[in-house]
């Protein structure tokens, strides 16, 4: 895999998670994407490269996939309450 595709593949795994229409894979696209997020973060950490914009997109993504598995686990909920 090139630098390219390293630096970019958690932003497909991100618009994955999001855009699931299948909600039994949606908590595991959630899942990839938080870990691919957070391996990246580690990544940028580590080369010591400043880049605040990525570093800021990999906050954004990360709340906002905190956010879809927060709206998720409120419709189970919600769900079972109705039953």
Known sequence: MNAI????????????ALFERNK?????????????????????????????LERSALNVAMYALVALRSSLDW??????HAA
Do not use: H
């Not at 039994?24 to 580690?42: L, M, T």
């Not at 419709?75 to 079972?80: A, H, P, Y």
């Open 24 to 52: 039994e894979k949606i908590p595991v696209r959630i899942s990839d994407a938080e870990q691919r997020i957070a391996a990246r973060a580690r990544e940028l950490f580590n080369s010591g490269v400043n880049d605040t």
């Open 5 to 16: 595709s390293v630096q970019n593949d958690w932003k497909e795994l991100y618009k994955a």
């Open 75 to 80: 419709d189970k909920s919600d769900k079972s």
